[in-house]
């Protein structure tokens, strides 16, 4: 176990928001992948009212040129912050947006009028938790372990997972880690309906059963189109620890509202208390589905339209 890593961990822990009280959270995602972070968001019940937006009219991500990306995801966060409270913060709920984000030098969100504390994307939560998760359950005298990552092809390809990990945790300490990426073309549109491409359970039978014959230690779920299908990931890798990206985040907003909040909580309630306002740039018909049979509380309230300049 390495004691400067969990320092270097539990000082980014001690991060707080100046005003946690009148904090206001907004989900940012593509399409119903963040609605699954909306959900664990919703359900934990941290006292912060919440906006869900959805950029439905570009959806979903994974497909999408980098540099299209990058340009759609500053217009996008700085319209936001520009309508938003001060004491808004904004949770990119998707992988493939988080990787394009990580990538963008700091200089061009001053460009934009974009203050990056105001951003959190969720592969810094994940990384945190996967190396809380490691430090917990490797071995005495192990020096590396074996990490899976499920995940678009634009996310595979950006390197940004193992690329941030040797970033902020590759400093020579325990653990290293070894990297299997598994690129799940096509998966996210059969989640969310698309019948051009082939059904959820071909496709997740064919990029779980890489993982069969070596099971990773951990496994990141790099989509959170793919959160849903957790428990039948689970068939394949029984003796795996799943990388939840929606409880990092929750974990992380706790934590910088001065919440001590434990993940066993997650499944200790079944309807939210905060209020919750649902926005979109796009079609929304895939998106109420979704909600009816998913986050069926939150399936009454109807999509008011995102206007961009």
Not at 128 to 153: F, Q
Not at 160 to 176: E, N, T
Not at 274 to 293: C, F, S
Request: net charge neutral; proline share 6%; aromatic share 8%.
């Amino acid at each position: 176990m390495s004691e400067s890593l969990l320092s270097f961990i539990e000082t980014e822990s001690r991060i707080k928001w100046a005003n946690p009280k009148s904090a206001h959270l907004i989900v940012f995602d593509s399409g119903v992948g963040g609605l699954n972070v909306l959900k664990t968001l919703w359900l934990a019940n941290l006292g912060c009212p919440i906006s869900f937006v959805a950029d439905s009219a570009w959806m979903p991500y994974g497909d999408k040129d980098p540099q299209l990306l990058r340009e759609r995801l500053l217009h996008l966060v700085g319209t936001l912050l520009t309508q938003h409270c001060e004491n808004s913060y904004i949770l990119f709920a998707c992988n493939t947006a988080s990787a394009v984000w990580e990538s963008i030098p700091p200089d061009v969100f001053a460009q934009h009028g974009i203050r990056p504390d105001r951003v959190i994307d969720i592969l810094r939560p994940t990384l945190s938790l996967l190396m809380r998760e490691l430090i917990a359950c490797v071995k005495t005298g192990e020096t590396y372990a074996d990490v899976g990552l499920m995940a678009t092809p634009l996310t595979i390809q950006s390197g940004a997972y193992p690329a941030l990990a040797r970033r902020l945790y590759g400093h020579g300490s325990f653990p290293q880690v070894s990297w299997q990426n598994v690129s799940c073309a096509g998966l996210a549109q059969a989640v969310e309906g698309n019948l051009d491409v082939e059904p959820v359970d071909v496709l997740l039978h064919r990029y779980a059963s890489k993982f069969e014959r070596m099971p990773p230690k951990a496994l990141i779920i790099g989509c959170t189109h793919y959160l849903g299908l957790k428990a039948t990931l689970r068939c394949y890798m029984p003796e795996t620890i799943f990388i939840d990206p929606s409880e990092a985040l929750v974990l992380v907003i706790a934590e910088r509202l001065g919440i001590t909040y434990e993940r066993q909580a997650f499944t200790l309630r079944s309807v939210g208390s905060e209020p919750v306002r649902l926005l979109a740039t796009g079609r929304t018909d895939t998106l109420i589905a979704y909600l009816k049979l998913h986050l069926p509380a939150l399936a009454i309230q109807t999509f008011d339209k995102l206007l961009l300049d």
